[in-house]
């Protein structure tokens, strides 16, 4: 019983965070409109928020991996609280990315020091599974959370969506207070030896997975001509879809570990190179996009099990930081991808922008094949 309410909690705090991270794209009109500020400049709090998540994330975990984890947990909760707090009240746009940054910078390390808790409460046959259930609580994020904060803004305030996160963080974090196990095992060391985990070739052959990103929300209303309305149900269907796919993801890394990443990523390549041609019609196309997020939910949980595994038999005093590598790696790949992409759709239309993400996906099909003659 205790470790099925221990599971909830931690998914419930990867929805807690990707409620904070995402709600922002959702009401990035209404922050406009209130500080009379252009849709460009609100839109660098993305940016912002990935840049910072993936810079201060490795940094934070290494640091603070000589205390006590539920310590530094319950620690880095309420700074986050506080951070989002000051979102909700930001009486101006300077403060409002000041208070960004602060919660990017605690999100990363409070998800790392959860999957690194994932490690000690789950035998090993389970692990894969509970780390899919807590890859799925960002998913779940987007089709639940952010509708609700998108509309509890067009009803009242953006900042009343932001107030909910506290109180929700307020009431996660008392769960997390009374579930999370006191005085873990942990193996400390230096920094220095916690960054030789990065030299694994293992580990830098895989980070390269994640980059890519595509521009869903325009390729449906402008590419394939759906209206407003039906934005938020398509959307959460190919939210489902990531779930579905981490779900699969978390059965496949039990059975197979990481043997069917080169299948996984060939798939996505492939799908990616239909783009032009689906996108002419628009149901074939939406259909299309959903099997793309069902094979993009497969590998950040396949790869962090991975990640787990390899710091645990091989650099055991790395493990938050090993916690933290799928985190970042994803906000890198946000920001390099959201980068090209930008860049991109000026030189070439929307729909074209699939053949993009292709030349991503095939650096992923080699790393993924050279990872196999690996011993992992």
């Not at 019983?1 to 990707?18: D, H, I, T």
Request: proline fraction near 3%; include cysteine.
């Amino acid at each position: 019983m205790k470790y099925r309410l221990q599971s909830l909690v931690f998914v419930l705090v990867a929805f807690l965070l990707g409620c904070n991270e995402f709600m922002v794209v959702g009401v990035i009109s209404n922050i406009a409109k209130s500080y009379h500020a252009s849709l460009s400049t609100v839109g660098l709090l993305v940016t912002i928020f990935a840049i910072t998540y993936a810079i201060c994330t490795p940094i934070l975990t290494t640091i603070t991996s000589k205390y006590d984890r539920f310590k530094v947990l319950m620690v880095m909760l309420a700074i986050f609280w506080v951070g989002n707090t000051m979102t909700a009240l930001a009486p101006s746009l300077p403060w409002l990315f000041i208070s960004r940054i602060i919660t990017a910078a605690m999100a990363g390390t409070i998800i790392s020091l959860i999957l690194v808790f994932v490690s000690v409460i789950a035998p090993l046959e389970k692990r894969s599974m509970l780390v899919a259930a807590v890859f799925s609580g960002f998913s779940t994020a987007t089709i639940i959370g952010v509708p609700i904060g998108t509309t509890i803004s067009m009803l009242s305030s953006w900042h009343i969506s932001f107030l909910v996160i506290s109180v929700l963080t307020i009431l996660i974090g008392a769960g997390l207070y009374w579930l999370v196990p006191r005085g873990t095992k942990q193996v400390t060391g230096s920094i220095k030896s916690q960054l030789r985990l990065m030299t694994d070739r293992r580990i830098a052959l895989m980070a390269a997975e994640y980059t890519f990103y595509t521009y869903i929300r325009p390729i449906i209303t402008d590419v394939l001509g759906f209206s407003a309305s039906q934005l938020n149900w398509l959307l959460g269907i190919i939210g489902v879809m990531f779930i579905i796919g981490n779900t699969c993801a978390g059965i496949i890394s039990n059975h197979y570990g990481i043997r069917k990443m080169p299948l996984i990523s060939t798939a996505c390549l492939a799908l990616l190179l239909l783009m032009g041609l689906a996108f002419r019609l628009s149901w074939p196309g939406i259909a299309l996009l959903c099997l793309i997020c069902f094979i993009l939910g497969m590998p950040g949980s396949i790869l962090q099990v991975m990640f787990l595994n390899v710091a645990e038999r091989d650099y055991p005093e790395a493990m938050s930081l090993a916690s933290s590598l799928n985190p970042i790696c994803t906000n890198v790949g946000v920001s390099i991808g959201s980068l090209v992409a930008a860049i991109s759709v000026n030189l070439m239309p929307v729909s074209q922008v699939g053949y993009v993400g292709a030349l991503f996906a095939l650096i992923g099909v080699i790393c993924t094949m050279m990872l196999m003659k690996t011993n992992v």
